[in-house]
């Protein structure tokens, strides 16, 4: 009798191993897609027009006067960062502010609770504004 038991049981892991493993690979197919994408994206933002349609990315070296342009030129700070200051701040003020206070007991200076406390508690609300913006410039030049 314990040999069928041990049989079902054998079969059941092999399943669950299976189906985790498609599942795994899935993932790391889409992972993969992910990061080629925004690698693309980055690459292209620091290329001329010219290197992009003719797909030599960086042919010429890296242009960050790009970045300088987009921002004064085309005012794009005019269209991510109201939303992120107006985001952040509704985040930041609502994280508990007994936490930094306990941080400031313990002997941190400001910057210290900052950068130990209230900055990994908003890391979800960062990767959320990040997503955002990236969507929103994405679709404004895609």
């Not at 790009?66 to 700070?77: D, E, F, I, P, R």
């Not at 910057?111 to 679709?139: D, E, K």
Request: glycine share 6%; hydrophobic share 45%; with cysteine.
């Amino acid at each position: 009798m314990p040999q069928p038991e041990r049989r079902s049981n054998l079969e059941h892991k092999v399943r669950r191993w299976i189906s985790q493993g498609l599942a795994y690979f899935i993932l790391a197919v889409w992972t993969a897609f992910a990061f080629y994408a925004v690698g693309w994206v980055f690459l292209s933002s620091v290329s001329t027009t010219r290197e992009i349609f003719s797909n030599t990315l960086l042919r010429s070296g890296t242009h960050l006067e790009n970045y300088v342009k987009a921002l004064t030129t085309h005012s794009m700070g005019l269209y991510f960062i109201p939303f992120t200051l107006y985001f952040l701040t509704g985040f930041f003020g609502s994280l508990p502010r007994e936490m930094e206070e306990s941080a400031r007991i313990d002997g941190c200076t400001d910057v210290q609770a900052f950068w130990r406390i209230m900055l990994p508690l908003a890391q979800p609300a960062i990767v959320t504004v990040t997503i955002f913006n990236f969507m929103g410039l994405w679709n404004e030049y895609f």
